[in-house]
Nanobody, 130 residues
């Protein structure tokens, strides 16, 4: 069965960096659409970044230039490099996966992008203090 396990969250100060990882098992990682989502207390879940089977990426506006999504097909692992972190980046971060299609990666970070994802990890918490 498909399993996604996130790691790498933690507590950092404003301006710091973190790298999140998502280890995937149970499917052909290289051919699926992957995404990072986040949800802060009292807020809706939002798509942060998406990557398609060919490595094409898309980002929500608030993280462009600061976050980088990437994947290592040999390791079946998805990454999110987060630089210049801000307090408003504090949230639970989730990775998600779905068989790839033309919607990926732009729809991942679009309105209700989470509704198109099929599998989810349990999340890793990121706290950015000012």
């Amino acid at each position: 069965q498909v399993q996604l396990v996130e790691s790498g969250g933690g507590s950092v100060q404003t301006g710091g960096s973190l790298t999140l990882s998502c280890a995937a098992t149970g499917y052909t990682f290289s051919s699926w659409c992957m995404g990072w989502f986040r949800q802060a207390p009292g807020k809706e879940r939002e798509g942060v970044a998406g990557i398609d089977k060919d490595g094409i990426t898309s980002y929500t506006d608030s993280v462009k230039g600061r976050f980088t999504i990437s994947k290592d097909n040999a390791k079946n692992t998805l990454y999110l490099q987060m630089d210049t972190l801000k307090p408003e980046d504090s949230a639970m971060y989730y990775c998600a996966a779905v068989p790839s299609g033309p919607f990926c990666p732009d729809a991942v970070v679009g309105p209700q992008g989470d509704s198109g994802m099929a599998y989810w990890g349990k999340g890793t918490l990121v706290i950015v203090s000012s």
